[in-house]
């Protein structure tokens, strides 16, 4: 039979439908939660601050008049103290400035809720991913939705980790009250992480749930999602490693399933678990196949040398997720014997523990755990994009650097030359702009290019210098063509290539340091432009630049050529 579970206190409630059995529980006291005073018992006191008094003066002479061996006339029975109002009404406000206390602390736990909301949804606004950049990131961006829907619906991750054969999938099975994961004997049954509802029977309509629903404390009506992983000593060792990794990431309690004394595989994979910060709960499961001294030896063993160091004793918890119990049959022959058949479950234990856990920190838990993997999440994110945008930008770099070069290398003209030049740059670095997301106009390019030129200093002289000797000397041979027979024509490239290389090279340094500052948010930073200049030059191998941009060109102008006798 099903039986509603219920815990309520002064400020939070905890209402499940768990299958439990019906077992019968002594009376406990009821706590005290509150006094019902009327006038007449407030008769001759005045409620000062947090205690309630006589008048000054009748204090001041009691108090003068009091002796050491007036104790022994004190009337210490529980009789007398309990119909002394001044002590009764201290607890009553005692209780209340507690409660306040509390709510204090379920508000605080709600305001930090609603601003991991707003942080994670602030992380899915400013990726600002374009349709290109999202391809091979459709993994981590559902991840990152999920975390948002996650807040959003107040899910709480559960998930149980442990070797094969430890029972994990039927302690999930007895915590959902039905059989939903798949048991059994051999390796491999869970390959991947299976996920549930923790559902049960509602107390009122006896309907089934979809999903088990808990008030937390400041959290409201929250769901339970119970997750399975495959064997930490599964033979593909190193898939589900990464698997398991993932998993304890998004998780928001961790439940480790052993069967008795720890071996070193569990000893070492628990450590790593711990490592992820989350609340485990280390469960010794199938104590219903160790007789009861046993058990306590290998519990002891567990608590006081194993985990000693990992975990506290209140993290440890003892369950039989499907336990077998010896049920009298008469054979044909009339003898009697014995036959194993399933018992019920002993998890409540667990239950309450789980329970526990969520109550008392269950929105902060849920709220640090997604806020902390959705920035893990949101920074692999950054950092894919980044480099998608850094790929796009340094081939605009290069369509820009290998334009400028063909663009001085045909033209024998200096003014040509130079206008060309600028035309190209500042285009290149509108596209750029473009691509990083930053709103920039003509005018605002030709202003960076302006400012990235002066720092530049070195590089852009002897571009300078180049194009006006250089484009000199080619109008000469080009005028020279018809004349010699076209033998002028044999140095002309050679000098054009050497200009055209000259003038690649500076766009190329005026590509990266534009991309530099657009990654940077349109900043040069602390240092300014003319450090950051400074150390992108530094980098560049210009020799290595300069033979790429003379072999590409002249395969261009080969291709021209042959175009052109064709």
Do not use: C
Not at 250 to 270: N, P, Y
Not at 319 to 331: C, D, E, I, T
């Amino acid at each position: 039979m099903g039986a509603a579970l219920q815990r309520q206190d002064q400020h939070a409630k905890v209402e499940l439908a768990i299958p439990v059995p019906v077992v019968p529980t002594p009376a406990m006291p009821q706590p005290r939660t509150g006094f019902n005073l009327d006038d007449s018992d407030l008769n001759g006191y005045e409620l000062h601050g947090s205690e309630l008094h006589g008048s000054e003066s009748a204090a001041a002479a009691h108090w003068q008049d009091w002796d050491d061996a007036d104790l022994h006339s004190l009337d210490l029975s529980d009789a007398a103290l309990e119909t002394t109002p001044p002590f009764t009404a201290s607890l009553g406000l005692e209780n209340e400035l507690e409660e306040v206390i509390q709510e204090f602390e379920a508000m605080q736990a709600e305001l930090n809720y609603a601003q991991a909301q707003r942080s994670v949804q602030t992380l899915v606004d400013r990726l600002d991913l374009t349709p290109q950049e999202q391809q091979g990131l459709e993994r981590e961006l559902n991840d990152l939705e999920q975390m948002r829907q996650k807040l959003e619906h107040q899910v709480v991750h559960i998930a149980v980790f442990g070797m094969v054969g430890r029972g994990k999938s039927s302690l999930l099975n007895a915590l959902l009250g039905r059989d939903i994961f798949v048991t059994g004997p051999i390796h491999g049954v869970t390959r991947n992480s299976d996920r549930a509802l923790w559902a049960g029977i509602d107390p009122l309509t006896g309907k089934q749930q979809s999903g088990l629903r808990i008030s937390l404390q400041g959290v409201g009506q929250s769901r339970i999602e119970l997750i399975d992983t495959p064997g930490i000593d599964e033979v593909d060792g190193e898939k589900r490693e990464q698997l398991a990794r993932q998993v304890a990431k998004q998780a928001d309690l961790i439940l480790f399933v052993i069967s008795g004394d720890m071996t070193k595989v569990e000893h070492r994979a628990l450590t790593e678990l711990r490592q992820a910060s989350k609340p485990i709960l280390l469960v010794f499961n199938k104590i219903d196949q160790y007789p009861e001294t046993d058990r306590q030896a290998i519990y002891a063993k567990i608590r006081d040398e194993r985990v000693r160091e990992l975990l506290s004793p209140d993290e440890i918890v003892m369950a039989a997720a499907s336990p077998l119990v010896a049920k009298p049959v008469r054979r044909e022959d009339g003898s009697v014997g014995a036959k194993l058949v399933a018992a019920q479950p002993q998890v409540e234990a667990l239950k309450l523990k789980i329970l526990e856990i969520l109550h008392r920190e269950g929105k902060a838990l849920v709220a640090l755990n997604t806020l902390l993997y959705a920035n893990d999440l949101n920074e692999q994110l950054v950092q894919r994009k980044m480099q998608i945008r850094e790929h796009s930008a340094n081939q605009i770099i290069w369509k820009g650097v290998m334009a400028k070069a063909l663009a001085i290398a045909l033209n024998p003209i200096t003014v040509v030359d130079i206008v060309s030049s600028l035309a190209i740059d500042v285009t290149m670095i509108l596209t750029l702009s473009r691509l990083y997301g930053i709103e920039m106009t003509h005018q605002g390019a030709v202003n960076l290019l302006q400012k990235i030129a002066l720092a530049m200093g070195g590089i852009s002289a002897s571009e300078l210098v180049a194009n006006l000797g250089l484009s000199s000397l080619k109008s000469l041979l080009s005028l020279a063509a018809p004349v010699s027979g076209g033998v002028s024509l044999i140095p002309y490239l050679s000098v054009a290539l050497t200009q055209a290389g000259v003038a690649g090279i500076s766009s190329y340094g005026i590509g990266q340091v534009t991309k530099q500052y657009l990654a940077n948010g349109a900043s040069w930073g602390p240092d300014g432009p003319k450090t950051v200049v400074q150390q992108i030059l530094s980098s560049l191998d210009q020799s290595y630049i300069l033979d790429r941009i003379k072999d590409e060109l002249q395969d261009r102008l080969r291709g021209r050529a042959s175009m052109r006798l064709s």
